[in-house]
């Protein structure tokens, strides 16, 4: 099966920073990949599919990017609401393997 | 609106089995998968598997493909997991989630807690 691995597992960063939270895949998936947001207590909202097409109602500031093996999940300016767990995963066929999560938090 | 109603939280003891709902509604059931993920507390998101809401069509994680039946009865819009031989491992949310075919998943139920302890 595919693994799916995140970096950094955990960031601080301040309010108004750029955040990149990176998502390899241990073979290549071209460009079937997701990424989720998970606010504390909350259920995982779809932000980008195909790498890098953001869904409806999601802000500009997130974007996505890569293909192949290698993806990157960008916050432009990071806002207190951005506070979460992201986590990436392949849906390039089954299992539909998730990363281990990268959780933002503000410094 | 889209939505994925789950039922209700379980407390059940290692063993035993359990049983969790999903009903659709604001969308046609049949024209989408459902995918069920669990997360354990404090941990990350595990793919479970997926049903076909039209043909029935099953695919499982492999490590829980002894263990899981995914079922669904159209005439209800709705889903089912259940879970055999439980253990406490597997206490943890429960969610389902439906997706169209080589989509990601786009809309998540609530999420139903299992508890398994003696």
């Known amino acids: 099966d595919i693994q799916m691995t995140q970096s950094p597992s955990s960031l601080s960063a301040s309010v108004g920073d750029r955040v990149t939270i990176t998502c390899r895949a241990s073979?290549?998936?071209?460009?079937?990949l997701a990424w989720y947001q998970q606010r504390p207590g909350k259920v995982p909202k779809l932000l980008i599919s195909?790498?890098?097409t953001l869904q409806s109602g999601v802000p500009s500031r997130f974007s996505g990017s890569g293909s192949g093996t290698d993806f990157t999940l960008t916050i432009s300016s990071l806002q207190p609401e951005d506070v979460a767990t992201y986590y990436c995963?392949?849906?390039?066929?089954?299992?539909?393997?998730f990363g281990q999560g990268t959780k933002v938090e503000i410094k | 609106q889209v939505q994925l109603v789950q039922s209700g939280a379980e407390v059940k003891k290692p063993g035993a089995s359990v049983k969790v709902s999903c009903k659709a509604s604001?969308?046609?059931?049949?024209?989408?998968?459902i995918h069920w993920v669990r997360q354990a507390p404090g941990q990350g998101l595990e793919w479970m598997g997926w049903?076909?809401?039209?043909?029935?069509?099953?695919n499982y994680a492999q490590r829980f493909q002894d263990r899981v039946i995914m079922t669904r009865d159209t005439s209800i819009s709705t889903a089912y997991m259940e879970l055999s031989s439980l253990r406490s491992d597997d206490t943890a949310v429960y969610y389902c989630?439906?997706?169209?075919?080589?989509?990601?998943?786009?809309?998540w139920g609530q999420g139903t807690l299992v508890t398994v302890s003696s």
């Open positions: 989630a439906r997706a169209p075919g080589g989509v990601p998943a786009d809309c």
């Open positions: 604001g969308y046609t059931f049949t024209g989408y998968y």
């Open positions: 049903i076909n809401a039209n043909s029935g069509g099953t």
């Open positions: 073979q290549a998936i071209t460009n079937y």
């Open positions: 195909a790498a890098s």
């Open positions: 995963q392949k849906y390039s066929s089954a299992p539909r393997t």
